[in-house]
């Protein structure tokens, strides 16, 4: 624990005081763009691309209490080119956002109340702001801002991060697509998949390196399910029935609710990638939920797969508080942990890698579906809100790792591994992360390299403006913004 009281948790009631509104998680309320910035260090001339954040951040107080989640989508990037940073903030402009700019208010209620009255939801029926404030995937040239509840895609320029439009792959796109799409660099395809709460429970797909939806299927679940990752190798795709489920008679009541079953077993789903539903072969494993894949791969007849796994994702309020539920489902308490499915036998082997809690996985985008030996995962702080309080690299090779702590109050994001020019090798390059220095109440990005987190920073660059803490990035190279680096 550190000594800096980031944010004060009280028993309030209303959301006004809210600690998801507060300190570092406060919105912020400017879009700006700045390229006179102070660096302590120097850039590496070797970096060159574009580092990207999605995050929550309500543009509009919404009626009723606010949940972390609920926040408009807002990109935070900076651009890296050649020893120079510029850094610029915009908002995702999806339909509700911009309908709720021309009101001037609030429009939709969050999470955690009745979405009954509010404008629209999303294609499952399910009323609540679709905020495309999740995650943000490169994929042919366009950032895709995604939403976990399943929503539409926006397209971002990755430049300007205008919004460009809901992304429909040329018009092939029906349904919803999910926060956390794979892209497979080497074939240009992009796997994803949609899920609600009524049949079909899962719904997967494959655009083509065309620019198409190349294919879709169901996948059967024996109900509701909230997935909220997949993985690819290099030809299967493997989705999940994990049993944190929703409460069917809070959801009768108009309530949403979770609760883990701890009588139902983890399933993965393995399918060849254009395979239909009925090919699927399942794998059962120990009850568990996962947010966020590593990686997995093929390797001897069997399939790898490296997750951060939540051994029991229903925590007991431990204070006492108006969200006290809310903050307990925030506290991310995972592990990293291998699943083996040897495609012959059908059995699955499962262990832990690590102890630690970590979360919020990176490697190399280069690798995805490919044995990769690198990871580097967020290590969570021990808080009462979720906070970021250093980088872990593992070496899934020899099982070694590496940690970087951002100090006192500094609270990082999710650092994604960016290629140095010219580099050799998985590990030869950069992560880059956000900073919000709680004390200070302002930001700066930290740059890292990837393969020595124990020298400290290469270099940090100091930005007139705080980021608020938020979700998952990406880095985008040089040489994939086809010459407009
Ligand atoms: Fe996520």
Redesign the pocket.
Known sequence: MNDVAHVVLKPVEDGEENPYLLGVYAPVVDEISADDLEVIGSIPADLNGVYVRNGPNRRFPATGRHHWFDGDGMVHAVHFENGRARYANRWVRTEAFEAESRAGRGLWTGVMEDPKGNPFGNGHGLGLKDSAN??VTFFAGRLLASW?LCGTPRALDPLSLATLGPETFLGTLTGDFM??PKVDEATGELFWFDYGPEPPYLRYGVVGADGRVAHTTHVDLPGPRLP??MAITENHAILMDLPLIQDQEARRQGRYKLHFERSLPSRFAVLPRYGDGSRVRWFEAAPGYI??VVNSWEEDGEIVLDVCRVKDPQHQPRISHPLARMLAYLRLDAQLWRYRFDLTTGRTVEGPRDEDNTEFPSIDSRMVGRRNRFAYNVHIAREDTLLFDGIVRYDLHTGERQDHRFGAGRWGSEAPFAPRDGGTGEDDGYLVSFVTDERENRSEVVVLHAADLAAGPVCRILLPVRVPVG??ATWVRADQLGGRG
């Open positions: 999740t995650d976990y926060a956390h909220h990752d947010y966020h979700f998952h």
